[in-house]
């Protein structure tokens, strides 16, 4: 399909693409499709862009392609080639392609109002399951084959991305050249409740070190989750604020500066007095500025898809048992996470039934997610025999306190791809590629390692 647009960005060159794709997969492969032509079926629209240096214009570049976050996260839209951290360092080398996962961003976005036009919870179920790795990972691949002429392209998977690294080398080898993934390698055999049974104890451990690094924060937190538990505090939405949400407030602490804007967010949080709860009472009112900032923390309008798909996004295949929610359960497991207990423990990346029952984005997907909660036949996105097998260079940075992604799950899992490895450390947190160090380092050991050799010249 012929480029949307072009135009220049502050150090960048970007061209928009937009291609069809079939909506399900099932039934017919990239490779088929093509050279046959895509199935007469339901397509949609898969959005990427392109970017490089101004002076590389026209050039034959190496390609890397983004494998974004979240799940249901849009790529990066760029100001300037600093304004992601890991952007300066890959236009070093490479033309980078920056999709929008289906689903996400210019990619066909899904909503409630969207997934509403699908038909019933039934309906609206099943089209959320092509919203997932197999399906994300086929539109990549076709997109390679159709848009870049079969070029081997290099991976670089950021988080849910690392996820898709792997369905990828699971399926499709031939068309990675060598991978880098950041803060994302799932565990195989992948289980939602072994996840959330390694991250509820870092959760804890996550809030704790916030409150030592902030002690008036922990009494602020109690004083404003005391106030939410009499019920009648609401959001400029119009939904309620509980303390059950107001623990998700701590879904940001594996980052480098979370608990500085939990801090900042916290600071101004009462109507009266000085800001201390000393000053604020027993029942203070909370302030508007307060309720937006949280607001704005919580809402779910530019990716309706995060918390709809997080447990699923483990789901490899035909499952031994649903999931029903499976941080629902874990959370249930820990008294110290009880709402009414103190200190207050905040939660990380975790999707509860009330969500779908609180926030009114997410209210009217509740019938579909629940029927998700049910089912146990789900694509196949993880071939261990062919992952054991593996002969793409994949060089993995493990944040060592992530988490979000258990570094010891991440490392046992590594010690059974092939051609892999690890760079574990604990200088940086979940969002570590965002800087200007990481994608660097990575980098250097596998080209000294010799592994970049054919993602270079390709």
């Not at 290099?154 to 803060?183: D, E, K, M, N, R």
């Amino acid at each position: 399909m012929p480029k949307l647009a072009s135009y220049y960005l502050p150090g960048l060159y970007v061209e928009d693409h937009s291609v069809e794709v079939p909506l399900d997969w099932r039934g017919t492969e990239p490779e088929r499709a093509a050279t046959d032509g895509l199935p007469a079926d339901e397509r949609i629209h898969v959005f990427y862009r392109t970017v490089c240096t101004p002076e590389n214009v026209g050039r034959d570049l190496p390609l890397l392609v983004f494998l974004q976050g979240s799940p249901g996260g849009q790529g990066p839209r760029l100001l300037s080639p600093t304004s992601d951290g890991w952007i300066a360092e890959a236009i070093k080398h490479f033309r980078v392609v920056l999709p929008d996962q289906r689903g996400t961003g210019r990619s066909e976005h899904a909503s409630a109002k969207s997934i509403a036009r699908r038909g019933d919870a039934r309906a609206q179920a099943d089209y959320l399951k092509r919203l997932l790795a197999r399906s994300i990972v086929r539109d990549l691949e076709y997109i390679r084959l159709t848009e870049f002429g079969g070029r081997a392209w290099t991976t670089l998977g950021q988080s849910y991305g690392g996820f898709l690294t792997l369905t990828y080398l699971s399926f499709y080898p031939q068309g990675i050249a060598a991978s880098f993934t950041c803060g994302g390698i799932p565990h195989v055999p992948a289980s939602a409740a072994d996840v959330y049974a390694h991250t509820f104890p870092r959760m804890a451990a996550k809030t704790r070190a916030y409150y030592a690094r902030y002690p008036e924060d922990e009494d602020r937190m109690a004083a404003v989750a005391d106030r939410l538990a009499t019920g009648d505090v609401t959001l400029p939405d119009g939904s309620p604020l509980t303390p059950r949400r107001l623990q998700t407030l701590g879904g940001g602490l594996g980052m480098k500066p979370a608990p500085e804007r939990l801090h900042n967010l916290l600071d101004t949080a009462f109507e009266t007095g000085d800001g201390s709860p000393a000053c604020a009472g027993s029942m203070p009112e909370l302030t508007d500025g307060f309720l937006m900032a949280a607001l704005q923390n919580l809402t779910t309008a530019g990716n309706p898809l995060y918390w709809t798909l997080q447990e699923f996004i483990y789901a490899n295949g035909t499952l031994d048992a649903p999931i029903r929610w499976a941080a629902e359960h874990e959370y249930a497991r820990h008294p110290e996470f009880n709402a009414a207990a103190r200190p207050l423990m905040l939660t990380g990346e975790a999707a509860f039934p009330f969500m779908f029952e609180d926030d009114p984005l997410l209210a009217p997907l509740k019938p579909a997610v629940d029927l998700l909660m049910e089912d146990t036949e789900f694509d196949e996105i993880y071939d261990e025999r062919q992952l054991a097998a593996n002969e793409v260079p994949l060089q993995a940075a493990v944040y060592f306190d992530d988490l979000y992604v258990d570094s010891g799950l991440q490392l046992d899992m590594l010690s059974r791809v092939a051609t892999s490895h690890a760079w574990v450390t604990n200088e940086f947190e979940h969002d570590g590629l965002h800087g200007s160090v990481v994608l660097a380092h990575l980098f250097e050991e596998a080209l000294g390692r010799g592994d970049l050799e054919r993602a270079l010249r390709s």
